[in-house]
């Protein structure tokens, strides 16, 4: 969704969910800094490269990685997850900025969602699947 806010920036939103993880996502024109929950991303992802450079990787496949700041609302699941759920948010937000930049990112797998969740506990187990020892006797 578009919007602008009070500064009349125009302002791009995306909405990112990854197991049980969801990251509302605020593109807005800058200089590439990534803020998350009101922090820094680098502290908020404890300077896990991998996950910085995850968040960044739709921005890089359009070759606009200084040109939005990336402002998220995060909350829900791990680090891992959180991380996942931005990059989506992220890949969303850049396809409401220009209709073309969706078949790049689709091509690079960045609109997908990833379905995997955690599977249920069933009774009589101590997991979803993990069943009690067995005893012959």
């Known amino acids: ?60 496949t359009l070759g606009l990685e200084n040109d939005y700041d990336i402002l998220v609302n995060a909350h829900g699941g791990g680090l891992t997850g959180q991380a996942d759920a931005v990059k989506l948010g992220v890949a969303r937000a850049l396809c409401e900025l220009a209709p073309e930049n969706r078949q790049p990112l689709k091509a690079e797998g960045y609109l997908t969602r990833d379905p995997r969740a955690k599977e249920r506990k069933k009774y009589g187990l101590h997991k979803a699947r993990k069943a009690p020892q067995y005893s012959k006797r």
């Open 1 to 60: 969704m578009q919007a602008t806010d009070s500064k009349d920036k125009v302002v791009y939103w995306g909405t990112g969910r990854r197991k049980s993880a969801i990251a509302r996502v605020r593109l807005v024109p800058g200089s590439g800094e990534i803020t998350v929950n009101k922090k820094p991303g680098n502290i908020y992802f404890n300077q896990i490269a991998k996950y910085l450079q995850g968040i960044k990787a739709p921005l890089e």
